[in-house]
């Protein structure tokens, strides 16, 4: 068990066994997504999101890179690249936590308490500095639009196209139909 290789198939079964939804993006085991809930009596509740873990070679003596495939409002999250500040998890980053402790303890601490103070999203983080009550509506606005168990299906920019191609198709056939049945 004291390769990082062994440790980091350890680990990634531990997450698959626990309450996670674990997608394998290749047979690398050190690329994959985690579908992860929003935290409860949070802005966030509600909110579902596509995690992308990469592990480096060095893992565990090297924490994880985490990112958000769909987008969330937060200070510490890159809005355009879903990138997470990686600080928030070096700094507290040990061998002895694993991947279950992601998505317990960092991600939603990470959540619960922003830090503003080192944004990676300027604009939300001097929102929240100034109205917090607006923030948290902002929240929960992108929890509703981009934060749904639908919108971590797949790469939703197609899964919305594809929606939107078929309601057309079948509003066109029922014109059509209907068209034909009137005269």
């Known amino acids: 068990m004291s390769s990082p290789s062994k440790r980091r198939e350890m680990d990634l079964m531990k997450l698959m066994m626990s309450d996670y939804k674990?997608?394998?993006i290749n047979d690398s085991m050190q690329e994959f997504y985690v579908e992860f809930n929003g935290p409860k009596e949070s802005p966030y509740q509600g909110g579902v999101w596509k995690i992308r873990v990469e592990l480096p070679d060095a893992y565990p003596y090297k924490?994880?890179?985490i990112g958000f495939v769909n987008k969330i409002y937060h200070p510490n999250v890159?809005?355009?690249?879903?990138?997470?500040?990686?600080?928030?998890i070096n700094q507290t980053w040990s061998p002895m936590f694993d991947l279950v402790n992601v998505?317990?303890?960092?991600?939603?601490?990470l959540l619960l308490y922003p830090n503003p103070s080192d944004p990676l999203n300027g604009e939300s983080a001097a929102l929240m500095m100034r109205d917090r009550t607006a923030y948290e509506q902002r929240v929960k606005e992108y929890c509703e639009k981009y934060a749904?168990?639908?919108d971590i299906g797949g790469v939703k920019e197609e899964n919305s196209s594809d929606e939107e191609l078929s309601e057309d198709e079948y509003d066109s056939s029922d014109e059509a139909v209907a068209g034909q049945v009137d005269p």
């Open 103 to 109: 998505f317990e303890v960092f991600l939603p601490q």
């Open 148 to 150: 749904k168990p639908e």
């Open 78 to 88: 890159d809005e355009m690249s879903g990138s997470v500040c990686l600080d928030v």
């Open 22 to 24: 674990v997608e394998m």
């Open 63 to 65: 924490s994880p890179s």
